[in-house]
Structures are given as C-alpha cells and as structure tokens.
C-alpha cells in the first residue's frame, strides 16, 4: 500500500476516489484548473495544486504538469479516474518512467485495447466468443452491403480505433447503410483523424 495518491480528475469520480483513498489511510491529492479551485473534490482533499487554466488541454490533459505535481509533493501513486487521461498509454508509461504508480491498465494492456481489431483478435484467441465482423481494407459501401447481408441485420458500424462512442452507428436495414456509413466515417475522421 502507498501513502498518498493524486487524482488526476474532477467532479464525482475524483470525489469518490478521494473518499476511497482517505478511508484507506491515505493521504489525497488533488488537482484542478482554475475555474475549478472551489470545487469539491478541491474542498475534499487534503490538499490541492493547480494544474492550468480552464481548458482541459490545458489542464486535466497536460499529463505533464500532473506529473510534475505528483513529484513536487511526493505523491506515491497516480489514480487517472475515467475519462482525460485514463487511457493515455504515453501519460500511463511517463508515470512509470518518473517512478509513480499509475492506478490502471499498463501502458501495453492500454495500447492493445486501444484498437478494437487488436483486441479483437487477442480475444478470439483466448477463446472468448465475439460477434462476428468485417474488417477489411476496402471500406467502400458495395462491400459494407455484401458484408452486411452476409452478417445479417441489425448491425454495427465501429471505427477500429477510437472511443467515446465516436462514430459508431446502428444500422437495421440494407437501405439505411450508405447514410449511416457515410455519417460514421466523417464523424471518425473529425474525432480521431
């Protein structure tokens, strides 16, 4: 067990993550933007540093002024919450390169999962069952119809890489393929590039 964990988040995750750190002896640290200095995983910690100003890329994403913090006040450990940089593998590796504990998957585990076909495959040969898919290179619609019928309907359209929901797509039917294909591939490209 460490003495003191940083919470590199906000709002309810960081809370109860505070709350836990604090039941098990451990000291809280917390850390903020600056619109976020009244906060209340602010008031909840022991103690608290600014990290940047209100936008989270210049805050809750600057994996390296967390860092930097977490070192200046001698945290143990690292806890991402969810969301920002919880699947960051750089900021889970730049945490073990300046010898803190990052709370969460290792940076190769987050690297794996981070691509859906990756994940894929390594689960179909552990034997896990997964829906079956299509993950070929030709992406025009021609194919995503064949694919589709093959398959059978209702069906998802996922990007290979990415999160949040981004680009995904139900699709029930043959004719409302094109649209949400289309729809999908430009909210994939705008999202992750």
């Known amino acids: ?43 909840l910690a022991q103690e608290s540093h600014c990290i940047g100003p209100a936008p989270a890329q210049d805050s809750y994403l600057r994996g390296d002024a967390i860092i930097q913090v977490a070192l200046r006040v001698g945290a143990s450990a690292i806890h991402p919450g969810y969301g920002f940089l919880s699947e960051n593998a750089d900021f889970a590796q730049a945490c073990g390169d300046a010898g803190l504990i990052f709370v969460g998957p290792s940076p190769e585990a987050i690297r794996t999962m981070g691509s859906k076909r990756v994940a894929k495959d390594l689960m179909n040969a552990a034997g896990v069952p997964v829906t ?39 699709v029930d039917d043959a004719r409302n393929l094109p649209d949400a294909l289309a729809a999908a591939q430009r909210e994939a490209q705008a999202a992750f590039g």
């Open 132 to 170: 079956p898919d299509y993950r070929g290179d030709d992406q025009t619609v021609e194919t995503f119809l064949e694919q589709a019928q093959a398959l059978g309907y209702p069906i998802m359209l996922k990007p290979a890489l990415g999160g949040g929901g981004k680009g995904m797509r139900r």
């Open 1 to 43: 067990m460490f003495e003191s964990l940083l919470i590199a988040n906000r709002g309810e995750i960081a809370c109860r993550i505070i709350a836990t750190v604090q039941r098990l002896g451990m000291r809280a640290i917390a850390v903020h933007s600056e619109a976020d200095v009244g906060a209340r995983h602010v008031r």
